[in-house]
């Protein structure tokens, strides 16, 4: 009994004692401020730790004399998940005091907190300048860049810049005072008034290549916003990503993927627009759609003889595609004639249009229009597309779509919208400007010869990004010319 | 032993439960929209009406609502994040034929007297929003009955606790006071050929148009509003703006256009224009945007036309008590509330061009080929 009652007294205080020291613990967090380190630049997650205690599993070492409890850098680097292949690591310490050294060489390399000198460096077999105290960031700068979080600049012709957030955190760069608001208390009847600004490391796109006067630049963003601006205002590089910002009208773009300079007024919208008119003016339309085909494509297709309708079309208007390059979001966005923030379709995922459709045009105009589509159902429009299969399972439904197409024209109706996307199909598969590509680009262009020959009235012809391209080349989804721009015609 | 085993359980049941109440401690009652404690709690509103007036959380709660994802960073890093739920603050302001852009300022004042100003930039490119639901529950006491959220700024404009709602049309922003027809105004301006699909229609500048008839240097102009005819409603930036033209003459004329712009920045049927303190009103489209809002059109001595009041209303012309007609000549006649009658009427004459007429108190008043009307102090 004695025993048990021994045996109980000890539970209890164990119990009692892991209580105090929770609270206590906790007590004690309470009163300690500790600053914040942020681990950020290009890493797919930016790590702001303020609780050494949450760090990861703590090492013991000695370094100068003096025993550390330190958690691995290389441990802290993985929890951030750095993009592409890591080069540098920027420690910068609270007076700005900035070391780098290479992200292959941190094996022995430590991040410690103590009460005397904050979050500090501890590499063992680096210089000594290298172990600086009161860090306030590690700056992860990747070598290179990858897709998905490089800052992307072209223009028509070329790609001009592409850098990522680490590499332009080791760059100079304005800290901006960015005005937020003014607030004001009333105490005693009399205003007390304070002024909020944050400052923000910026840049203008003419810190990174020249610009011309007047030059317009149309900024988008992963989230397809689609915004035509001049210089004036500023891309903020926050954390793992770039922003912009315009002070007087308060535009705010987050995660802005890239910029092209003195952009072609022409772009993948003007379907809509351009179907609008021709159909508010009793013309009969004819819209084709060919997946995949890419403005350098085309413009090499013709040169080398696959495309001989369509150079006999006379040279296409280059026009703008939007981000993400996604097929459904370049078709939602020609047919509503609204950037992807606007019409409702910015990822692979979404089918529901936002925004009124060159078919809810039709209606209203009592049009009879009809939508073929090669491919499966993407979008939910209001003419329900016809989807054609692959019935003689040669790999494409082109063939059974330039039949349906054919039939169709005979029936006769005042929009038909075809979608073909064997260019889509053969680029993803076999290259961007392989001789399968060309082929199946060569085949399209016989298609079209015969059904536009038989169309009594306007026709446009465009090119829409499929991801295809980016993804044959290893990539996805790139924000690059090559890949941005498609060729556009009117037609009769 | 069994006992002190019980006693044991017992002592952690109870630390378990005094546990999960304390975490499920935040949790509000009730649901979305749902009557509530607070409902009766009283907003005051000033400058809304002429007197001022109270509303209630049950008032905001029978407005259609939006619920919108808002994160906004604090000093320290931390980030407020909220889903809010609650009428926009356009919805409320719907109800008296306004826009939070009408204004110049909106300050929202708490029960704890912190107050902030929303400015002008603020509104005219954020949505506000009302909110008496915050992640999906309702507010917590300390800030009912509503809490004001602003997505995209930073939290010090997120007022709990309102008290007290001031919209101010003074300070920074003023409203138009002049308004210049467009039709009359394009007659004496470069005209330009500008290619449009098949046609070669005629257009005029932007930064002409302002340059003449507006306060081209006025450094306030941040952004300019367009409305069309069709409903569409706009805000372009200055510096887009004024490398503009104005297509005037063809199709889908006025139309504002730019040959380096895409053509979802166009803007067909333009009715009017807000410059800073100028208005730039096309008669033509202006007609077919009544027409299109079913409001009649004026009938005076058997000319059709446009009432002078819903050239105010349109624009938001600020009434005075005296107005200056200016004919394309340069000639100008100055009338008064009285000489106005019951209002007046802009119309096209049998040459085409515009004319005011107008019988009050001095008999009737005519202004031939009509370039623009000032509201004098």
């Keep these: 009994m004695l025993k048990k009652n021994w045996l109980l007294g000890v539970c209890l205080g164990l119990l009692g004692l892991a209580i105090g020291w929770t609270a206590m613990g906790a007590v004690s967090r309470a009163h300690r401020y500790i600053p914040p380190l942020k681990v950020t630049g290009d890493v797919t997650d930016v790590l702001t730790l303020q609780d050494p205690g949450r760090l990861g599993n703590m090492e013991k070492i000695t370094f100068q004399g003096a025993s550390y409890q330190a958690v691995k850098l290389a441990d802290l680097l993985a929890k951030a998940g750095p993009q592409a292949n890591a080069g540098q690591l920027y420690f910068v310490a609270l007076d700005g005091f900035t070391t780098a050294i290479k992200a292959t060489d941190i094996d022995h390399s430590y991040i410690a907190f103590t009460a005397k000198n904050g979050w500090e460096a501890i590499n063992l077999l680096h210089p000594n300048s290298s172990n600086i105290k009161s860090i306030t960031e590690i700056v992860v700068v990747s070598e290179g860049s990858g897709e998905g979080f490089t800052f992307n600049v072209l223009d028509p012709e070329t790609d001009l810049v592409k850098i990522t957030p680490g590499q332009l955190l080791t760059r100079p760069l304005t800290l901006y005072p960015y005005a937020e608001g003014k607030a004001v208390v009333q105490n005693d009847g009399k205003d007390y ?7 923000r490391r910026v840049f203008k796109i003419s810190d990174l290549t020249p610009l011309q006067e007047g030059d317009m630049l149309l900024v988008m963003g992963e989230k397809g916003e689609y915004r035509l601006v001049d210089d004036s205002g500023y891309f903020e590089v926050k954390d793992n990503s770039i922003n912009y910002l315009h002070p007087d009208t308060r535009t705010k773009l987050q995660k802005v993927q890239g910029v092209i300079l003195r952009p072609p007024a022409a772009g993948i919208m003007d379907v809509y627009y351009d179907g609008r008119r021709y159909l508010e003016s009793g013309d009969k339309l004819l819209v084709v759609v060919l997946d995949g085909l890419t403005y350098q494509q085309c413009d090499y297709a013709m040169a080398n003889g696959y495309a001989p309708f369509l150079k006999s079309a006379g040279k296409a208007t280059q026009a703008c595609g939007v981000y993400p390059r996604e097929a459904n979001v370049g078709l939602a966005t020609l047919l509503t004639g609204k950037a992807p923030e606007e019409n409702g379709v910015v990822t692979a995922s979404d089918h529901t249009l936002q925004a009124p459709s060159i078919f809810t045009e039709a209606n209203k105009l009592n049009k009879k229009a009809v939508f073929l589509d090669a491919a499966p159902k993407q979008l ?7 989807s054609i299969s692959d019935r003689n399972a040669d790999g494409s439904a082109d063939d059974e779509l330039f039949e349906a197409t054919g ?47 038989r169309w009594p009235g306007k026709v446009i012809v465009t090119g829409v990004q499929g991801a295809g391209s980016a993804e044959a080349a290893g990539a996805h989804a790139s924000f690059d010319s090559e890949g941005m721009f498609v060729p556009y015609w009117r037609m009769k | 032993m069994k006992n002190v085993c019980k006693l044991l359980l017992l002592f952690l049941a109870l630390l378990l439960l005094t546990v999960t109440v304390a975490a499920c401690g935040d949790k509000a009652q009730g649901g979305a929209a749902e009557p509530g404690p607070y409902d009766q709690e009283k907003i005051v509103v000033h400058g809304l009406q002429e007197q001022d007036f109270e509303i209630t959380l049950a008032d905001l709660k029978k407005l259609p609502t939006i619920t919108k994802h808002a994160e906004a960073p604090r000093s320290n890093g931390e980030m407020v994040i909220v889903d809010a739920t609650g009428p926009l603050l356009d919805t409320f302001l719907q109800q008296y034929g306004k826009t939070q852009k009408d204004f110049s300022r909106i300050r929202f004042t708490a029960k704890d007297q ?121 805000n372009e930036s200055k510096a887009n703006f004024l490398s503009a033209f104005i297509k005037i003459t063809g199709d889908e004329a006025p139309k504002f256009l730019a040959p380096q712009f895409p053509q979802g920045m166009h803007i067909r049927g333009l009715v009017y224009i807000i410059y800073g303190q100028t208005a730039i009103f096309d008669y033509a489209e202006g007609s077919t945007l009544l027409s299109n809002l079913n409001i009649p059109k004026q009938v005076e001595e058997g000319k059709e036309g446009i009432a002078f009041s819903q050239i105010f209303k349109q624009t938001g012309l600020i009434g005075g008590n005296r107005y200056k007609f200016i004919s394309a000549d340069g000639n100008s006649v100055v009338l008064t509330i009285n000489d106005l009658g019951s209002g007046g009427l802009i119309y096209r004459n049998a040459q085409g061009a515009l004319a005011f007429t107008c019988t009050g108190s001095s008999g009737k008043k005519n202004v031939d080929d009509l370039l623009a009307i000032e509201v004098l102090p």
């Design chain 1, 193 to 199: 008034e304070n002024q909020v600004f944050t400052k």
């Design chain 1, 380 to 386: 939910d429009t209001e003419t329900e597309p016809v």
């Design chain 1, 407 to 453: 039939a169709t024209l005979e029936q006769g109706c005042d929009l038909m919208m075809v979608r073909f996307h064997a260019i889509d199909d053969t680029g993803r598969r076999y290259g961007f400007l392989a001789p399968e590509t060309m082929q199946a680009i060569s085949v399209t262009d016989r298609y079209l010869a015969g059904i536009v020959s």
């Design chain 2, 114 to 234: 912190y107050s902030i100003a929303v400015p002008s930039d603020v509104l005219a490119n954020r949505q506000i929003i009302l909110s008496y639901i915050n992640d999906g529950k309702p507010l917590d006491e300390e800030m009912q009955p509503v809490r004001i959220v602003i997505p995209e700024e930073r939290a010090m404009y997120w007022v709990r606790n309102v008290a007290r709602i001031d919209f101010e049309t003074g300070g920074d922003q003023k409203s138009p006071n002049k308004v210049v027809f467009l039709e009359t105004a394009a007659k004496s301006l470069p005209q330009q050929d500008y290619e449009y699909f098949d046609s070669v229609d005629k257009a005029v500048k932007t930064s002409d148009l302002i340059a003449k008839y507006a306060d081209i240097n006025d450094s306030s102009v941040t952004n300019v509003f367009m409305k069309a005819s069709d409903g569409l409603q706009k």
